[in-house]
């Protein structure tokens, strides 16, 4: 995995992200947490640390799911 270094905030970023806009939701469009660790995790071991979590994407909803 390259990580360049993004000089503006001087954060080694993975050259891979992972976009959170399609974690899996149920009917009532809440995330299911269980499925949604699992696709998380699974890049995150795997070296990957940028993850886009704009505020659009049910407003904000995402982002604790990740620990911000």
């Known amino acids: 995995m390259l990580y360049p270094t993004m000089p503006k905030i001087n954060e080694d970023l993975s050259l891979i992200g992972f976009g959170c806009m399609r974690l899996p939701l149920n009917p009532a469009s ?24 704009p505020w659009p994407y049910l407003a904000g909803t995402r982002d604790h799911l990740l620990g911000w």
Do not use: L, M
């Open 30 to 53: 809440t995330i299911i947490v269980p499925e949604a660790v699992k696709q998380i995790r699974y890049p995150a071991d795997h070296g990957v640390n940028y993850f886009d979590t």
